[in-house]
């Protein structure tokens, strides 16, 4: 299958709906395809309800419709739809995660039978308690999006909340520097300045990159 | 000495440098190729995913860099004439044996892989790439975290679960179900010559590995002492012409910042020395009694050639489910029921 056709509208909603893309240059959860080639979307709410799993939907059912008549495959509109893999990292929480935990990160898995966005079955995240419902929020919009705190807010915020991501691969304790691949800090900072352990060196570009 | 791939997981013990290759072709007379040609060297079987007439194409068994060569030059050969049909569907999968290398040996190899990955892509159709089938480290990268963890902890999450991993453009989780590592991202190319450099491109990478006996970081550190753009010309000779030279260097770096959490990770050998060696399982039975290194001699004139097991198709090429172990016949005409004729009652003989 490629990435911006396919074969019926049963094969786009058993792979499109549940799952969120991209749509209009912003993340948008699918949660259905029609018959007539219609994506039913909407964007991520702005909270989630973290007992039930119910979210706050707005009631903004946008409808994407095929360009051209008469193709053999279902061709989407690729100018606003972009199937292409959303790219994740750490998640900025609003309230604390279980276990205190605000910052989270997220990884997506190549899962055999998977669907073409994100879903809950195919990421996995650092944190073992890990609840979908939590992510379904403008935090994972903002993580999808690169959009972080700077440095200096991030020191800031980590300092009342213990965490706070400065970039997908970054996040900074009160004197700890942390990577989204290992548990253990990769580093410390004091006054602003950040500075790697000896055996994470290596990380010294991507850490320049991400400043 | 840590244990080998096929101790560890008790795949086959298949040794050197071997590959296995699978081919997705789709055409209306592609479906022919099965009953017309006995394709000596190669098995098929339906591929539902494709559209109907999609058939692919896979080695019976393991074979050398000629003569899989030599089957793939065979194989564009004799389906010319069926007019396949390239499209955005079918791709093209290339296996390389490590289950004779050993554990530490084998995330050598992972991370020379993850290095070339990004140029690797280059290669591959624009539909290819971003694919949900052929999700790269970059893209999906719980491979890499979890690559980390099984290096530190000594578990196989990602080479250990099949179907969680499978998706990957590297496919790393085939080291638990076949003693490979399986390249995924290339498309079925209309001339072959696009699959057969890339198959040498293959080699080319994990001879590499095979040849130099250093730790994966010490290929790390080399990259970045010689530059990328040197390393990969050092390691692919002249299928560096393969790719954009202008890209080389870039696209070397974005695969190497992610081979190089794997490379500096500490690999836990007292974890995987308490593994306890699995004994190898049976070769998959193929229903052939041909053995694998004589797939590529011709029959005999007037010898039986056994053909593949088929799924059910409808009259118009449509799959067609089972119902329970009855499968649906659709070549026959429905036979009306007639009664067997009752034995006329025969009144006792006298005696």
Known sequence: ?211 | MLPTVSQTFGVPLVKGPMYGVEVELEGRNVPQVTKELALVGWLTKDDLSLKAGGIEFYFKGPQNLGLTEEAIRRLWKETAKFEPMYTNRTATHVHYNISDLTIDKMYDLFTINLMFEELLLSYVDEERRGNMFCLSASDADAVLYNLIKDKKDGTFKVSGMFDSYKYGNLNFAAACKYGTIEYRSLQTPKHDRVLLDWVQCIHKINEFVRDNNQPAAEYIRGASIAGPATFAKSVLGDHIKMFEANLVKDLMMRGIRNAQHVAFTELNREAILKIKPRPPRAQPNRNDPQPFMQAFIEPAPGQRVPQPVRAARGPQGEPQMRRGNQRVMWDRPAQAWVPMPEDPIRPPEEE
């Open chain 1, 1 to 211: 299958m490629g990435l911006k056709s396919f074969i019926d509208s049963g094969q786009a909603h058993a792979k499109l709906s549940g799952t969120i893309i991209k749509i209009k240059g912003k993340p948008a959860y699918v949660f259905n395809v029609d018959r007539e080639n219609k994506v039913h979307w909407c964007r991520l709410p702005d909270k989630a309800d973290v007992e039930s799993g119910a979210a706050e939907f707005d009631d903004n059912d946008e409808r994407i419709v095929r360009p051209g008549k008469g193709q053999r495959s279902n061709k989407f509109n690729s100018e606003t739809m972009d199937l292409s893999p959303l790219p994740l990292g750490y998640v900025n929480l609003n309230r604390p995660f279980q276990k205190g935990a605000y910052v989270v990160g997220v990884h997506r898995i190549p899962v055999r039978n998977a669907r073409v966005g994100i879903h809950s079955g195919n990421v996995l995240f650092s944190n073992k308690e890990g609840r979908w419902n939590l992510f379904f929020t403008k935090n994972m919009e903002d993580t999808m999006m690169g959009r972080y705190p700077s440095l200096m807010d991030a020191l800031d915020r980590a300092g009342k909340t213990g965490m706070c991501a400065f970039s997908r691969n970054f996040a900074v304790s009160n004197s700890k520097l942390y990577h989204v691949y290992y548990e253990e800090p990769v580093g410390s900072h004091m006054g602003g300045r950040l500075s790697l352990d000896p055996d994470f060196r290596y990380l010294g570009e991507l850490l320049a990159e991400d400043l």
